[in-house]
């Protein structure tokens, strides 16, 4: 079930500029968020065919970019000032069950900040959360990334590539996860395998580097890309791409789509 939030910007708190990489915080708000409502969120996953461990780590989610209205980037600084008084962010999860009523409560009228340092902070309330029509499912449909897709490889010295998704390797990477995905979801394996499953690049992807933990000592540097493709699969694999993400490290932001509409 996917939602659409408003964030209202409090640049009194903080100020208007953001760092350029700041999908690591907003997962972090999302965990902080989740773990208010203890209880809850352990009988939501429960309902929802989770296995509970000690640290109640819940990762079929994705998110999208903040979609900022006005905004200026400042490229030789790395960060982007906002202009907007609120911006939009898609946030997804694959359970449906009571999705919508534990969401909308538990995430409306809370605030976070996202940023490294007081000089790249923002500050966000969400003043709206809504919940998004289920989209029409068909074994033949075409994505837009709205945060980078991350496809990683690891060769045999356990060194992590990070591959287009133009890559030959790539769909057979992107077809495997998401039928493993169906595996823990489900609790059962697929009437169907990765060789049933096409992916098309239709736009050249653009190249991000995103920094994760920024100025940690666990600081490290994610490669992803934005772009296009058309996907041949059955309906299930459609549906986990949209609900879930598309690629790796959905949790932390990337791999999120949204169906592109067909061409007038």
């Known amino acids: ?16 500029i953001l760092p350029l990489s700041y999908q690591y915080e907003l997962s972090a708000a999302i965990y902080k968020i989740l773990s208010k409502a203890d209880a809850e969120y352990a009988t939501w996953l429960h309902n929802n065919g989770f296995e509970l461990n000690p640290q109640k780590k819940f990762k ?10 006005d905004s200026r980037l400042l490229a030789r600084e790395g960060k982007l000032k906002i202009y907007s008084d609120t911006v939009d962010w898609q946030i997804t999860f694959l359970p449906e069950r009571s999705t919508k009523t534990f969401i909308e409560g538990l995430f409306m009228n809370q605030t976070f ?51 287009s998704p133009s890559d030959v390797r790539a769909p057979y990477l992107i077809f495997n996860g998401l039928i493993d995905r169906y595996k823990t979801f489900y609790h059962e394996q697929p009437p169907f395998s990765a060789s049933d499953c096409t992916l098309e690049v239709t736009r050249e992807p653009k190249s991000a580097l ?5 100025g940690t000592p666990n600081q490290t540097r994610v490669r992803g890309y934005m772009c296009s493709f058309k996907v041949k699969a059955p309906v299930e694999i459609m549906k986990l791409i949209y609900a879930s993400g598309v690629g790796s490290m959905n949790a932390l932001g990337f791999g999120c789509v949204e169906i592109k509409p067909p061409a007038n």
Do not use: W
């Open 1 to 16: 079930m996917r939602f659409k939030l408003t964030l209202k910007v409090n640049r009194e708190v903080f100020g208007d």
């Open 60 to 69: 079929l989610f994705t998110f999208s970019r903040l979609r900022i209205p």
């Open 113 to 163: 900040e996202v940023g490294g340092d007081r000089r790249t902070t923002v500050q966000f309330t969400i003043v709206n959360v809504e919940a998004m029509p289920e989209p029409e499912y068909s074994e033949d449909m075409e994505f837009d990334t709205i945060s980078p897709m991350c496809i990683k490889l690891k060769d045999e010295d356990n060194r992590t590539h990070y591959l």
């Open 210 to 214: 995103i920094t994760v933990k920024a």
